[in-house]
């Protein structure tokens, strides 16, 4: 079935780095997507892989796939209060409709000590 | 500068009446989504409607029901609300197809407390 896991918290001080980890299920996905949701907004696109890369570089945030194990991560150089939120790591399905919904992991709420 | 507006931030209903949620967007988007988030589970689809009229369930339906009769509008009804129910509900649009321009844009949610 669908299923897009991620770990519940994270906590780092100011300054190191930040690694969200997700694993997706859906071998066939084309690209996949990290969402952030800052306190009391909804979910706004942070970055994106295309299944075919292994790596996709964006200023601090670094995106690493492993197709093979389906296993997909964040990291976040130089962890600003800031960057304090709810990642979601995300995957498309093709529907019957013939648009694409969204399968959206559980969330990881990064906290960020000063 | 995109936008998807919910029309209440906060809403308070006792168990048994009949809930609307409203959603608008103004990007022309086909596709509208309506999602509940509870700590834990994540964003789950509730249903979702690719054009005018046209509704499709998502994941988790039941209790639910939808309405879209214009383009920028999308209705979630609860039509007898549950204590089960309390939860943030987003609201997302987006336009047709994947790819990397396939971006779903939020709006700011709704906290539905049911008493």
């Known amino acids: 079935g669908e299923d897009v896991e991620q770990s519940l918290f994270l906590s780092v001080r100011e300054g190191d780095s930040s690694v969200i980890n997700c694993t997706y299920t859906d071998s066939s996905s084309t690209y996949l997507y990290w969402y952030k949701q800052e306190p009391g907004a909804g979910l706004q696109l942070l970055t994106y892989?295309?299944?075919?890369?292994d790596m996709k570089q964006d200023q601090r945030l670094t995106v690493l796939l492993n197709k093979k194990d389906k296993h997909l991560s964040l990291r976040i150089a130089d962890t600003q209060t800031g960057d304090s939120a709810i990642y979601f790591c995300a995957e498309t399905l093709g529907v019957t409709s013939g648009t694409y919904k969204y399968i959206f992991g559980t969330g990881t709420r990064l906290k960020v000590l000063a | 500068d995109v936008k998807v507006t919910q029309s209440s931030r906060y809403l308070v209903k006792r168990t048994g009446e009949k809930v609307f949620l409203e959603c608008v967007q103004d990007?022309?988007?086909?596709?509208m989504f309506w999602y509940r988030q509870d700590p834990g589970l994540g964003l789950r689809l509730i249903y979702f409607s690719y054009d005018v009229k046209m509704k499709e369930k998502g994941d988790i339906p039941e209790g639910y029901s939808v309405s879209r009769e214009k383009k920028e509008r999308f209705s979630l009804i609860l039509e007898s609300a549950s204590t089960n129910q309390t939860s943030m509900y987003l609201c997302?649009?987006?336009?047709?197809?994947?790819?990397?321009?396939?971006?779903?844009?939020f709006g700011p949610g709704t906290r539905l407390t049911v008493t």
């Open positions: 892989i295309f299944s075919n890369m």
């Open positions: 997302a649009s987006s336009t047709k197809g994947g790819g990397p321009s396939y971006e779903q844009y």
């Open positions: 990007m022309d988007h086909e596709n």
